[in-house]
């Protein structure tokens, strides 16, 4: 034996399908677009491959850079990408992960495109762009002119990248810029100015303290024209093919999400049109931002997959004390409580998606229903995500500790998605705005939970809780997270223990909803069937 001899190291866990996920193509299926399960698996496939995940390390080894001017003292605002970032952004194009779905007619579009983006998780940088492309058609459409020229460029599978007029490309994406130093959340605290010009556009003068994806061909914006706060569309160059005057005044330098780039901006008289009507712009560009929400929970979900598979495959071909970790009861109780996490994030996850796609084509109910859960998930699943990150991590040990491992990254990326969108007290206190505002919401809501009345007396109880917590007016805001996370609760309870695997359900029920659980990963009850949740959760390689 040499002293670099290497044994009871782990493979590399390549080669696998990312879409062999029980609790994903059930949802599937449920949600009406069983017709796109070839296309999941394709993609996920691929996003299993050796070529996918080094794209992913290699864009993140290698983060953007901001060239602000060429050799000759021109201005010319460009961001620079390794061609991993550019590999992984034609692939999600080409796959439908952007706004293909508006141009789709086939129920079931929004599920198929939210079931890819889950899948398609080598790299979330690059979901950014993607996502807010997505989510700019619905508000785009508040200006029919804009979304008859725009909308088919939004909607095209072919990733064109590069500075050039917007309407002379095969394809677009479209990037948001609404958050500025003073106001953060607060958007009606915008100062950025908006006047309006002769030729019916307006020219904004401004700065932007978070730019998300600044390479985006458009942004919507918001700014103070002389009716209030407006949404506008501001394009990078114009028809003309010159520059619009935004000037990238820095890239940021992020916690996680490096493969991404993320900007501050100044608006030097550029350019801007109209989107809704003057002084509505939070309720135009809200359309906008319910559907990056979506995605905030559908990336959650997916980042607490793919850290339960790593934990999981690490755990089958390590070795310790004599025994193989996935063998040792206490590793056991760890592995069962992240997969539990994890499919009950997938279980809402899905049901959004479905909302969605109902929602978009016209059913009211959805759309009721859509309004709380989306608010109420985006809270409580990316609010649960950065616990499971670190305890997959450290199911590896010191190996999980080390960037080659991927799970550094995946750590660094499990807060973004609670801040993106609302923190967690913008989220909480949007749930108790629209139970006051939109009293059909609850009642959507309390539908949808109570068709698994009777089922399962833990969840029966925890309703009851949730009546009790609902009915109490008393200082509701001081107990809006409370209020919030028991209502995720018993939403992911009830689609568990009507759609999930009975031994799923049932520890989450004895868990989640009955309290017998400790503070952290590890804690669930002796009588739980371990065998069979992490069976679920184990990736079938080669």
Request: proline share 5%.
């Amino acid at each position: 034996m040499t002293t670099h001899e290497v044994f009871n190291q782990v493979p590399p866990l390549v080669g696998y399908d990312a879409a062999d996920d029980a609790a994903l193509l059930d949802g599937v299926e449920r949600e009406g677009a069983g017709w796109a399960a070839a296309e999941i698996h394709e993609l996920g496939r691929l996003g299993g491959s050796e070529q996918a995940i080094e794209w992913g390390r290699l864009a993140n080894e290698h983060p953007p850079i901001l060239r602000t001017h060429d050799r000759y003292g021109r201005r010319i605002d460009e961001v620079e990408f390794h061609p991993a970032w550019h590999d992984l952004m034609r692939t999600a194009v080409a796959h439908g992960l952007h706004a293909a779905p508006w141009a789709d007619e086939r129920p079931g579009a929004h599920v198929a495109r939210a079931a890819k983006f889950y899948t398609w998780r080598t790299d979330a940088g690059h979901g950014c762009p993607i996502s807010m492309t997505y989510a700019a058609v619905p508000a785009l459409r508040h200006n029919p002119d804009l979304a008859a020229q725009y909308e088919p460029l939004l909607t095209n599978r072919a990733y064109d990248f590069g500075l050039r007029a917007p309407l002379t490309k095969q394809g677009l994406l479209a990037g948001m810029s609404m958050t500025e130093k003073q106001g953060g959340s607060d958007v009606r605290a915008n100062t950025t100015t908006a006047q309006p010009q002769p030729d019916g556009g307006y020219r904004l003068v401004g700065h932007k303290w978070f730019t998300s994806a600044p390479m985006c061909d458009v942004f919507l914006t918001l700014a103070q024209a002389p009716g209030g706060l407006t949404c506008f569309l501001v394009p990078r160059v114009l028809p003309d093919g010159t520059l619009n005057p935004l000037r990238l005044m820095r890239l940021k330098d992020k916690l996680g999400n490096r493969s991404n780039a993320s900007s501050e901006v100044e608006y030097e008289h550029a350019v801007a049109w109209r989107v809704g009507d003057e002084g509505r712009g939070v309720r135009t560009i809200i359309d906008m931002v319910n559907l990056t929400r979506l995605d905030c929970v559908i990336g959650a979900a997916a980042g607490m997959r793919q850290g339960v598979i790593t934990a999981v495959h690490h755990a089958t071909h390590r070795q310790a004390f004599g025994r193989y970790l996935v063998d040792q009861p206490l590793m056991r109780n760890v592995l069962a409580d992240l997969a539990v996490e994890s499919e009950a994030a997938t279980v809402l996850m899905m049901r959004l998606a479905g909302a969605t796609d109902r929602s978009a084509r016209g059913d009211t109910g959805e759309t009721a229903f859509k309004r709380l859960a989306l608010a109420v998930g985006k809270y409580w699943v990316c609010k649960r995500w950065p616990g499971h990150a670190a305890e997959a991590l450290e199911c590896l040990g010191g190996n999980g500790y080390v960037e080659e491992s991927g799970m550094p990254r995946l750590f660094r990326e499990s807060p973004l998605n609670g801040i993106w969108e609302g923190s967690g007290n913008v989220a909480a206190l949007d749930v108790l705005r629209a139970m006051t505002k939109e009293p059909q919401v609850i009642e959507a809501f309390r539908a949808e939970v109570a068709a698994a009345a009777g089922a399962d007396a833990r969840l029966d109880a925890a309703v009851r809780q949730v009546q009790a917590d609902l009915s109490d007016p008393n200082d509701l805001e001081v107990r809006a997270r409370r209020v919030v996370e028991r209502l995720a609760l018993v939403l992911q309870g009830s689609l568990l223990v009507r759609h999930g695997h009975p031994a799923v359900a049932d520890a989450f029920c004895a868990s989640r909803l009955s309290g017998d659980h400790g503070q952290a990963y590890g804690t669930l009850p002796a009588g739980v069937d371990f065998a069979a949740i992490i069976a679920r959760a184990t990736p079938k390689v080669g």
